[in-house]
Nanobody
Framework: QVQLVESGGGLVQAGGSLRLSCAAS????????MGWFRQAPGKEREFVVA????????SYADSVKGRFTISRDNAKNTVYLQMNSLKPEDTAVYYC?????????????????????WGQGTQVTVSS
């Protein structure tokens, strides 16, 4: 079992930046692809970005390309989401997720059903 704990959310003005962190328990973190999803009020959860085990393969939603950057530190069992040029429409609860089936591959899933473990989420609010 893997536990994921997100942190770093908060309130920021439009144009500002935040860095989210997702700390994972367990010794197999380095073999999992990791993803970030978000859910705005009244909307379905949507894919934001994913990264493979090595960090060399990533996939971004069009809405965040050029503004968000995902990275990971396998030595610290942590994945990060740097969010710049934030917009009010980025307001949501952000969740990190782990895909234990990905292994040491270039697979980065964009569908939430693929992911096996989820954090509790962290709120990001962007004011206009």
């Amino acid at each position: 079992q893997v536990q994921l704990v997100e942190s770093g959310g908060g309130l920021v003005q439009a144009g500002g930046s935040l860095r989210l962190s997702c700390a994972a328990s367990g010794r197999t973190f380095s073999s999992y692809a990791m993803g970030w999803f978000r859910q705005a009020p009244g909307k379905e959860r949507e894919f934001v970005v994913a990264i493979n085990w090595s960090g060399r393969t990533t996939s971004y939603a069009d809405s965040v390309k050029g503004r968000f950057t995902i990275s990971r530190d396998n030595a610290k069992n942590t994945v990060y989401l740097q969010m710049n040029s934030l917009k009010p429409e980025d307001t949501a609860v952000y969740y990190c997720a782990a895909d234990k089936k990905s292994g040491h591959t270039t697979v980065v899933a964009t569908t939430e059903g693929v992911y096996d473990y989820w954090g509790q989420g962290t709120q990001v609010t962007v004011s206009s």
